[in-house]
Every structure is written in C-alpha cells, then in structure tokens.
C-alpha cells in the first residue's frame, strides 16, 4: 500500500506542477498572438480544465501526504526531518492557495488573475523548492 501511496502522491505533484508550467511556458505565451476576445475565450476553457486537474492533483497530494507522514514520521521524535517537512508543507500550502485563487471562478480574484503569470512563476518556483526539499527528505 505504501508503494502505491507515494505512486499517486508522485503522479499528483507531476501533473500539478507540468500544468503549472505548461500555462506558464507555452500556453500563456503563445495565447499573446491571439486577438483579445479569442485569448480570453481559450484562457477561460483551458483555466476550467486546470482548475479540475489542479484540484484534483491537490485533493490527491493532501491524502496521500498526510497518509505517508502518519506512516513515516508520526513517531519520529522532532528534529532535522520534521522541521523540513514542517518547512515543505507550507510552501505546499502557500502553492495550494495560489492555484485556487488562480483557478476559483470568482469575479473578485479578477484583479489577482490579471497577474496570473507573475503569480504562476511564483507558485512554479515554491512548487520547485518543494519538490528539492522532498527529495532531501529521501535520504532520512
């Protein structure tokens, strides 16, 4: 079972952060080229479809992670491992929120989305940094 844990756990990080940087390396750039009603038009598609992927993916990633924790570290006396993992979950979190202003369809976050790019690359670089200490974490 924990094989298949850290699978879906695996699967959901790819898939969220590819999503994050495919909207941000090739498909934000390349909407530039279309005139203004046809961008916003394909942005509002493709954002749909990446609100239920990214959701999905978050959803996954919080069952899975807190599975793993209460079968690897539960017991683990504090120190070294849990104060990483303390530091990786909220950058995760800090992730998490900004894909779901990102992706929640209201008209209040409009003003957040009009900088989806900038918040994007920021969410891919946390999302990074998580994945760096994540794989630290392996060696404990």
């Given amino acids: 079972m924990t094989s298949l844990v850290q699978w879906v756990h695996l699967v959901a990080a790819v898939v ?75 950058l995760a979190f800090c992730v998490f929120t900004i894909t779901l202003l990102l992706t929640l369809p209201l008209q209040a976050l409009d003003r957040f989305r009009s900088r989806r790019e900038m918040w994007l690359a920021i969410a891919l670089g946390v999302a990074l940094v998580v994945i760096l200490i994540s794989a630290y974490l392996r060696g404990f």
Avoid: D, Q
Wanted: proline residues 4%; without cysteine.
């Fill in 16 to 90: 969220g952060v590819g999503g994050m940087a495919f909207v941000l390396a090739i498909l934000l750039p390349s909407a530039r080229v279309l005139r203004e009603e046809h961008r916003n038009l394909l942005l509002k598609t493709v954002m749909g479809r990446f609100r239920l992927a990214s959701w999905s993916a978050i959803t996954l990633l919080l069952a899975s992670g807190l599975y793993s924790i209460r079968l690897r570290a539960w017991e683990a006396p504090w120190g070294p491992y849990w104060k990483w993992l303390t530091v990786k979950i909220v």
